[in-house]
């Protein structure tokens, strides 16, 4: 404290002694303070003198400097730095400093050195868990672990899956191409059964095209990225799954998210951006809303015929992933829109998985032309991912035939059945069924923890859970699978046990489940 106080007067009084100086000077420029006080008289010949030697042409100017050779001097003195720069050495530690440690001292040193671990370690659950292993066909009923079971797991919701003329199609395609084509779409990997899978594809959703890709989860992570870049905007769902939210984050677009099923907050959002926009008088851009169909984390459907009038009024791009609803919804099972009352021109990009109702791999767009032709050069999981195998085309191919012909009476028993099953889950205890009457339709059902635990024990659910699972496994011969998410989630769901019900289930499948399900949670959860 003292001594910033003397600095504080110290400049206080070089300030004032500088302005008195000024002050001064300005004054022995005064005729008549000249005449009334001589000693300014004596101040003013001196600034005059002064000012003579600094002036142009004087002694001291930096003309008659250079006039006289002076940067020769400035020269030499640069000269001498720059060489005793050069002959300088590397620096000598000083004397005391610590010396170099032996290798006795490095070896002790590396032996008590633990590095950082790559992941954090697990919970005893979790590390115990040993996933099911099945080694039989996938259908209603499955042999996991060497035992018989009732399978509720397999997103197998039309039964198509294991049929024999598929297997049968697929064995000869094997014999015809191989298993695989080991190229890129674009680089000799595009056989004749892939541009037939995508003209099939594209006459059953009703467009003019459709694109194939090899990978489901990388469908929209190359569909999003090949339309928006970082001047546009894009608004998603905050329940979509981590495949979209990965996509949105690749794109570099701004990504705004809304609360799931939430359309007064979606119209909220907007309306804000829209407002900003006229404020700013932002350029026009590309703008997408982004939904599932079926919500794949909480198995509930996107409000789609509300969602219409929003993405007309503010003039959005729609951009819809059937994954799950395709097979499943709609009067051809084209899917949630088409469930919704959208023609296939209303929704301007539809992206969807082969791996679930279509009982194949792979993912696919369908849309008008140039859409899908612009992803054949801008879609990252088209153009450098190995093509689908030829069989697995061919699986799809037959898929499709089954479900042109038998469609109408599989997806009316998978409807009665999702219902039914609804219905029954409704009374067991612990757990509620997620999406209400409003999800009636969806085969995908979560059944989530009642009450629902904070965020911080979410972990603690899933083990409760799992060990539901586990036990309706073991003792009733139910396999049924606890829903799991990346750590990646913007929005982690809650605890919740996935009920995969297909078409092939009977009610006494469903009763039986429910049964398995209040005894595991009466043992489990009490």
Request: negative net charge.
């Amino acid at each position: 404290m003292a001594r910033h106080s003397v600095g504080s007067a110290l400049s206080w009084l070089l300030s004032r002694a500088l302005l008195l100086a000024c002050g001064t000077l300005a004054l022995s420029f005064s005729p008549a303070a000249r005449r009334a006080l001589p000693q300014l008289g004596a101040l003013h010949e001196a600034t005059l003198q002064g000012w003579v030697l600094v002036a142009p042409g004087g002694t001291w100017h930096p003309a008659a400097f250079i006039e006289h050779k002076g940067h020769l001097l400035v020269e030499g003195l640069l000269l001498a730095v720059i060489t005793a720069l050069l002959l300088q050495g590397s620096t000598k530690p000083r004397h005391g400093e610590e010396e170099p440690l032996t290798e006795k001292e490095v070896d002790e040193l590396c032996e008590e050195w633990e590095p950082e671990p790559l992941y954090p370690s697990l919970p005893p659950e979790q590390a115990a868990w040993k996933e099911p292993v099945i080694s039989s066909q996938v259908g209603k009923q499955v042999v996991v672990n060497g035992k018989q079971a009732l399978n509720f797991a397999s997103l197998n919701f039309l039964g198509i899956a294991g049929l024999e003329d598929i297997r049968e199609s697929c064995r000869e395609t094997i014999h015809k191409y191989g298993v695989g084509s080991c190229g890129p779409r674009g680089f000799y990997g595009t056989i004749d059964v892939h541009l037939q899978l995508e003209e099939r594809l594209a006459r059953f959703m009703g467009t003019e095209e459709a694109i194939l890709y090899s990978y489901d989860l990388a469908t929209l992570p190359s569909i999003l990225p090949a339309f928006a870049s970082k001047k546009d905007l894009i608004i998603c769902d905050e329940g979509v799954n981590y495949s979209i939210q990965n996509g949105a984050h690749l794109s570099r677009a701004k990504v705004l998210f809304f609360k799931h099923n939430d359309l007064a907050d979606l119209e909220r959002l907007l309306a804000a951006q829209d407002a900003a926009d006229r404020r700013s008088r932002k350029p026009l851009n590309r703008r997408f809303i982004v939904v599932e169909g079926i919500y794949a984390n909480t198995g509930d459907l996107a409000p789609l015929r509300e969602l219409k009038a929003l993405k007309e009024r503010y003039r959005y791009r729609l951009v819809v992933d059937e994954s799950i609803s395709v097979g499943v919804l709609g009067q051809h099972g084209r899917g949630a829109a088409e469930e919704a009352g959208y023609a296939p021109e209303d929704v301007e990009i539809v992206g969807g998985s082969m791996s679930n109702a279509l009982a194949s791999i792979g993912g696919f767009c369908a849309g008008d032309r140039e859409i899908v032709d612009h992803q054949r050069l801008s879609g990252l999981g088209y153009c450098f991912s190995a093509s689908l195998p030829p069989f697995l085309a061919t699986a799809g191919i037959r898929a499709l035939d089954h479900l042109e012909k038998d469609g109408p009476q599989l997806m009316a028993a998978l409807r009665h059945n999702a219902a039914t099953f609804r219905r029954l889950a409704a009374s067991i205890p612990g757990l509620e069924v997620v999406g209400g009457a409003a999800a009636e339709a969806s085969p995908l059902v979560h059944l989530a923890l009642s009450p629902a635990p904070p965020r911080e024990e979410y972990d603690a659910g899933d083990a409760q859970l799992q060990r539901v699972v586990d036990e309706c496994l073991s003792r009733d011969g139910v396999l049924l699978a606890r829903a799991r998410y990346s750590k990646l989630e913007r929005v982690r769901p809650p605890p919740s046990i996935r009920v995969a019900v297909t078409a092939q289930h009977t009610e006494a499948d469903l009763q039986k489940l429910v049964a398995a399900l209040k005894s595991a949670c009466k043992r489990v959860l009490a």
